[in-house]
């Protein structure tokens, strides 16, 4: 069965970090895009970051430049998004998604799977 499955959300005040994973089973992730979406309530899905295969090319939406970093670890199958400086903007429920071609990469419905996503409030 391919899942993939989000830890790590959690509730944080405002300028502290938090690590979000993202661990696959039933396919390799090495093998697609990793992405990170997130969706606020009353809002659409809005993208946040991507990461190639390889690790090597990684793309951050622009409010979180700089504060967001995107990760992988080939040999656990997993991904991750390190986030400091935290915003109450940023609170959210975050997905990780895996695409298989390297286009259309800020649209989550191009993703071919996608997690059930994790928590994150920021809030004093």
């Known amino acids: 069965e391919v899942k993939l499955v989000e830890s790590g959300g959690d509730l944080v005040q405002p300028g502290g970090s938090l690590r979000l994973s993202c661990a696959a089973s039933?396919?390799?992730?090495?093998?697609?895009?990793i992405g990170w979406f997130r969706q606020a309530p009353g809002k659409g899905l809005e993208w946040v970051s991507t990461?190639?295969?390889?690790?090597?090319?990684?793309y951050y939406e622009d409010s979180v430049q700089d504060r967001f970093f995107i990760s992988r670890d080939h040999a656990k199958n997993t991904a991750y998004l390190q986030m400091n400086s935290l915003k109450s903007e940023d609170t959210a429920l975050y997905y990780c998604a895996a695409r298989n071609e390297g286009t259309w990469l800020r649209d989550p419905e191009k993703y071919n799977y996608r997690g059930q996503g994790t928590q994150v409030t920021v809030s004093s």
């Open positions: 039933g396919f390799t992730l090495s093998d697609y895009y």
């Open positions: 990461l190639s295969r390889d690790g090597s090319r990684a």
